[in-house]
């Protein structure tokens, strides 16, 4: 039950790209926002509780979405698995239900559940057939206010965790982590351009010093309803809903809403190329590219941003691939949390061409420093705003996106009007974004490159085989000499 859990380049920058979102109010439906969007339903409970509702008839079903304001950044490196443990241990059964008896409720009733726990928020959901609706907010409502926590469930939970990160470390690979040994370049280049955060931590992440204590302590820190929403979308009467709601998720006692600010690392001074430390150990390619400092989704440059890193995408497919045939899936990306980020250009290559394509990946960049035509801006707008027809189809896809824009309610008030924070893009926009974040000596680079191919692997298998045969027939051949002798 984990969407969080990074240890390649695409899972770290997709981790940062989950949501486009920026603070607004007073969004409204344009040409290609899917029809409805913003039309929600928004209140706040008494105790505290956002709820966001958004019926649709049609589709018989009804997607639930509890967003929790709790994920790894609220924690110190050591402890980052705090929310991801809690986040298993309320599905392990109520006072009323064991963990198989809530899942076979659920199911049976045409329903699917999940949670996932990400940098900034932990996000449960529950999707099910619009008739049994009511019971899918029961059910939701009954592990936030009733699951055990029992020690018995904490280290079944603990075990859980551990292999979904790929089992325990030993002390040997936290020795070797924390003296920099298996690091790869990208963990590398975000630790030079995110000093002193626990973004990147000096050893691997994992629940073995988590005790029960720490969990119920986060438990009564975050699950509060002041720190919570509930998203519904779907085939449902709203005042019916908001009713049930009330009488449920508004029951629950309000209490302090916890003071969440996360550390924002400095900017850093200087920067210098990276590569990886035993890691990758086998390959037969490279990934080269360059990584910056970016900013944050309540920055003002964020859109801006997100155009640029649109056009650069389409650049680097042109130049790397179609034109110098270096790469197959050359990438541009902006991954951003709501205080920072980073922007990332990179390429697979072979290994042979790494620094034709870092100087292709270079290039697109510095030209940048000049400002772009306006009729380029405009397709690159285009193309995004086109890929918003396309999306929010479904309940869950909707109540996805509402869960991720929670947050704007928060800081802005209201739901952001994507769309017109696109299309309202100028030239000069990405011109003093790329002049103030992207010039070329605030690029670390970076090389994925593995410390053996499998050519290389392969020989040094064949060069051991040879000198164990070897030794073999040495020590046969002395046995056989001493034997002859006697």
Known sequence: MERWRCVSIACRIGLLLSVLLLLSGGATAGEYTPRGLYDVDHRVLDNGLRVILRPRRGAHTVAFRVVVGVGQHDFDCGWQEVPHFLEHLLFTGTSRHSEAELDELVERHGGYWNAYTYAEETVYELDIYDRYAMLGLEVLHEIMTDSQLSPADVETSRGIVEREAGGRPSAIQQWMRRNGVGWSATDKALRQVLPDSNYVCDEYETAAAITRDHIVEAFDTYYVPG????????????????????????????????????????????????????????????????????????????????????????????????????????????????????????????????????????????????????????????????????????????????????????????????????????????????????????????????????????????????????????????????????
């Open 227 to 486: 720190n919570m929403a509930l998203v519904v979308v779907g085939d449902f009467d709203a005042e019916s809903m908001h009713a049930a709601i009330r009488e449920s998720f508004g029951s629950m006692p309000a209490r302090p809403v916890p003071d969440r600010h996360w550390r924002v690392p400095p900017l850093p001074e200087t920067y210098t190329p990276v590569a990886g430390t035993f890691n990758p150990v086998l390959g037969s390619g490279a990934e080269v590219g360059l990584l910056f400092r970016a900013v944050g989704m309540t920055d003002a440059d964020y859109y801006p941003f997100y155009v640029l890193a649109e056009y650069l995408d389409t650049r680097l497919y042109e130049t790397i691939r179609i034109r110098g045939g270096l790469a197959y899936s050359p990438v541009s990306e902006l991954g951003s949390l709501r205080d920072y980020g980073v922007y990332i250009a990179h390429a697979d290559v072979e290994l042979d061409r790494q620094d034709q394509a870092l100087a292709m990946l270079r290039a697109e960049i510095a030209q940048l420093q000049v400002p772009l035509d306006e009729a380029t801006v405009e397709l690159a707008k285009r193309k995004l705003l086109l890929q918003m027809v396309q999306g929010y189809e479904s309940n869950s896809e909707l109540a996805d996106y509402y869960a991720d824009a929670v947050f704007e309610y928060e800081t802005g008030g209201g739901l952001v009007d994507q769309e017109a924070r696109i299309a309202g893009v100028t030239p000069a926009d990405l011109h003093r974004v790329a002049t103030r974040y992207l010039r070329p000596e605030q690029a670390v680079e970076f090389r994925e490159v593995p410390t053996l191919t499998y050519t290389q692997f392969y020989l040094a298998l064949v060069l051991l085989a040879a000198l164990a045969a070897g030794m073999v027939a040495v020590l046969l051949h002395r046995r056989l000499r001493g034997r002859t002798r006697t």
